[in-house]
């Protein structure tokens, strides 16, 4: 089986990269993970929680959604992992049904509704050091929903429900981006914008946008990426910017283009791509990268791609070991 799979590779093209012995598999079919604990992920879908042992093995997972519920397909975590955001939501839009955001108590596993299908929450965050204020951004008046709110980043007080806009944005890709991968600097001062265009005719490279959430002001970075989309996230201390880009279909069977996860030096500029491949005889979806809580290890969801085809397989979960 191995050899026909190699097989399909042209004998020009150069041969697959070594997998990195650093890269540690946590689970199957999981498309998202949340590293909030050192010893603690959150993955979906379903919603699990897993326990990690001292080399990061998976030690165990318990599911903490009811049977037959809708599973989300984004999840954020409060610094100490009591408490979830997640997006319940299909992978493609629907009239009437996307992105309701709940709040659910890991403890106790009740949950509540924050804001309901007509926002059109891609995804939310708490602001860094509270689990009272979370940002969420919303897709906004789509067409489905012309009575929708202006689309945007807001911030929504978890103790009154009241929410107010930061900035209104209406994002170029829209919901083909699958997320808005929008991030908050640890010390609550930058939001950084994801600006992606849905490619028509060509291709467009994404572009970052620092919003200060202080001063209103919004700069575009001169940081320029491969593929469609943009996923960024914080380093804990602030000093580095973890990103993955990735094209247009990636939840598809098939895909025309690749992925790439890095970092950046927030204060050099300087960018090293990662080591995140995990099928040896191709290439792999690598997706939607975040931090361990010490900042030394990323967590991150791939599949399988099939060349010459581009079929892409299941999704797993990994773990990339020593990144810093």
């Not at 949340?34 to 990690?52: E, G, I, K, N």
């Not at 959430?213 to 593929?227: I, N, P």
């Not at 580095?240 to 069977?253: E, S």
Request: hydrophobic share 35%.
């Amino acid at each position: 089986m191995v050899l026909g799979v190699l097989s399909c590779r042209s004998p020009s093209e150069p041969p697959p990269p070594a997998l990195n012995p650093n890269i540690v598999k946590v689970g199957e079919y999981y498309r998202m993970g949340v590293w909030p604990q050192p010893h603690l992920l959150y993955a979906t879908p379903p919603l699990d929680r897993v326990l990690l042992d001292a080399q990061l093995n998976a030690l165990r997972d318990t599911t903490l959604i009811p049977n037959g519920t809708p599973a989300p397909i984004f999840i954020e975590a409060s610094d100490d992992g009591g408490k979830l955001l997640y997006v319940e939501t299909p992978l493609y839009p629907r009239p009437g049904y996307w992105g309701p955001l709940y709040e659910l108590e890991v403890a106790t596993g009740q949950r509540r509704l924050l804001r309901d299908s007509t926002w059109a929450v891609s995804s939310a965050r708490y602001l860094p050091g509270s689990d009272r204020w979370v940002v969420f951004y919303s897709y906004g008046r789509l067409p489905w929903n012309p009575s929708g709110p202006v689309a945007g980043y807001y911030v929504l007080d978890l103790q009154t429900l009241k929410d107010s806009l930061l900035f209104a944005y209406v994002s170029p890709a829209g919901p083909k981006e699958i997320f808005n991968g929008f991030d908050i600097s640890p010390d609550g001062q930058t939001l950084l914008i994801p600006l992606n265009h849905y490619p028509i005719g060509y291709p467009r490279a994404p572009q970052i946008i620092a919003f200060d959430l202080q001063t209103g002001r919004a700069d575009t970075l001169s940081w320029r990426f491969s593929y469609d989309f943009l996923w960024l996230r914080f380093s804990p201390d602030g000093r580095q910017l973890l990103y993955g880009t990735y094209p247009f279909g990636v939840f598809d069977y098939t895909s025309a283009g690749w992925t790439e996860i890095g970092v950046i030096d927030m204060r050099t500029g300087e960018r090293r791509v990662l080591e995140t491949t995990t099928y040896f005889a191709c290439a792999s979806m690598d997706l939607f990268p975040r931090w361990s809580p010490d900042g030394r290890h990323i967590v991150y969801s791939s599949a399988p791609v099939l060349c010459p085809e581009g079929a892409i397989g299941y999704y797993s979960l990994y773990i990339l070991k020593n990144v810093n």
